[in-house]
Antibody
Framework: QVNLLQSGAALVKPGASVKLSCKASGYTFTDYYIHWVKQSHGKSLEWIGYINPNSGYTNYNEKFKSKATLTVDKSTNTAYMELSRLTSEDSATYYC??????????WGQGTLVTVSS | DIVMTQAPLSVSVTPGESASISCRSSKSLLHSNGITYVYWYLQKPGKSPQLLIYRMSNLASGVPDRFSGSGSETDFTLKISRVEAEDVGIYYCGQLLENPYTFGAGTKLELK
């Protein structure tokens, strides 16, 4: 079955960067786009962007263009999101999700990022 | 950006009764291909969101048929018949018509 396994919680200092991972299994990795979604504590969902694992093409929410960088490693079926110049506003849970037939059908378990000195 | 407005923000339901959640978009979500790109998700406590309804009225795989979605170009409804304890959580509508893809604020469903 489809599974998206995300990296563990991260505690990072303000101004630093962090790279989150999302390892896919149970399907052909290059056939489906991976999207990333942010959820601040107690808040709703914000779409960050997506990547086409086959071509590496990316499409970002303008709000996150200078914050997030999406990449993939096809050899390990893993998608990555790097967040840069972190502030307290970036403290949140981040989800990767697989899109099929234009729907966010499968979700990772989420990675909690805490930005604190 | 397309704004998704949900109502109510919380609802309390007696098990076995029905519940309806509304979602309104600031722009038509009907594409020229005839598909309406609105979705419903449920986030159970401490869990990731899960897809319930896609393209306004299609039930996602494994979702009980107690759930149904309907609507027009800008007004949408999620109906839950015979609410059960496992339905507790926060329901979100979302749109995948145009960048940036956006979600509603969420509706919290609790049991009486």
């Amino acid at each position: 079955q489809v599974n998206l396994l995300q990296s563990g919680a991260a505690l990072v200092k303000p101004g630093a960067s962090v790279k989150l991972s999302c390892k896919a299994s149970g399907y052909t990795f290059t056939d489906y786009y991976i999207h990333w979604v942010k959820q601040s504590h107690g808040k709703s969902l914000e779409w960050i962007g997506y990547i086409n694992p086959n071509s590496g093409y990316t499409n970002y929410n303008e709000k996150f263009k200078s914050k997030a960088t999406l990449t993939v490693d096809k050899s390990t079926n893993t998608a990555y999101m790097e967040l840069s110049r972190l502030t307290s506003e970036d403290s949140a849970t981040y989800y990767c999700t697989r899109v099929t037939i234009a729907a966010m059908r499968n979700w990772g378990q989420g990675t909690l990022v805490t930005v604190s000195s | 950006d397309i704004v998704m407005t949900q109502a109510p923000l919380s609802v309390s339901v007696t098990p076995g009764e029905s519940a309806s959640i509304s979602c309104r978009s600031s722009k038509s979500l009907l594409h020229s291909n005839g598909i309406t790109y609105v979705y419903w998700y449920l986030q159970k406590p401490g869990k990731s969101p899960q897809l319930l309804i896609y393209r306004m009225s299609n039930l996602a795989s494994g979702v009980p048929d107690r759930f149904s979605g309907s609507g027009s170009e800008t007004d949408f409804t999620l109906k839950i018949s015979r609410v059960e304890a496992e339905d507790v959580g926060i329901y979100y509508c979302g749109q995948l018509l145009e960048n940036p893809y956006t979600f509603g604020a969420g509706t919290k469903l609790e049991l009486k």
